[in-house]
């Protein structure tokens, strides 16, 4: 309808203001932050080949359908890349601005309520900044919990995914009533969880298909939830130095063009044998991350709790 159609215009223009405010304010945030910690003549480290590939190779299958967040969790752990309490906020930082890409190709005029998208679209962003405030304070510890069961839980999706167990969902284009309140409140924990490594897109498609919300009518709600909330609890991250910068650059650069070769070269692939494999790689990773929050030492009264042990930088 032209309601719809002009609410999704408005979306991407607003989406497009914040693509140019994260373009901006990131690297001025932190120019100002890192120049107030480390003397003038200090060098900060640049990224690597290695997150540029981690960029490119996980937002390339994330626009194809495979989430970004569990797969490039993975290679940090494996590869130690980035200290364990780091990654959420790296994750938040890094893949922001191919989220925002994504966002801004892919999202059509989907017949949706537009009061329901706009209402999940602040809940996200709400949840986002609250949870990024309390991520950015949690200890290694509580990190690595949340982070391996936050792996489980994308094991356990992708396997509903490929077992074809997800609700096939409704036809409905908008939701009242309790439903509405029900998706609302569900996208607002869904942003806070975000903040600590959690996707949102399963979790959020198989929430409104229980509401009896088409599939397609959810797309754009799942779309600009992730792209509006992970700038804004992004900078949660960055104010928090709780993220690695250079690995973030890293994931930024490499992202978009994935994005663009698969969004209007590849556009669709054969995926099951790659998220069957994803599985096997994502218990691997929460399995890893889980046994290191069980070795680490409870912290004793008035001691350092955060980022003194193997592999840490300290906060």
Known sequence: TPAVSGITRAVLGLLAAVTLWFVWRWPQLEQQLAAAEQPARARPERPRPFDLAVGFVTNFFDTLGIGNFAPTTAAFKFTRRVPDEDIPGTLNVGHAFPVLTEALIL???VAVDPRLLIAMIIASVLGAWLGGGVVARMSRRAIQIGM????LVAAVLFIVHNMHWMPSGGS??????TPFIMAVVGNFVLGALMTLGIGLYAPCLIMLSLLGLSP???FPIMMGSCAFLMPVGGMRFVRTRRYSASVAVGL?????????IAGYVVKNLPLTWLTWLVVCVVLYAAAMMLRSALRQPQPRLGTQPVGQGEGGSGV
């Not at 391996?148 to 792996?151: M, N, P, V």
């Not at 409905?172 to 009533?177: E, F, G, K, Y």
């Open 252 to 260: 930024a650069i490499g992202g978009p063009p994935a994005v663009l």
């Open 172 to 177: 409905a284009t908008a939701l009242s009533s």
């Open 107 to 109: 999202i059509a005029a």
């Open 148 to 151: 391996g069961t936050a792996l």
């Open 216 to 218: 397609r009518a959810a």
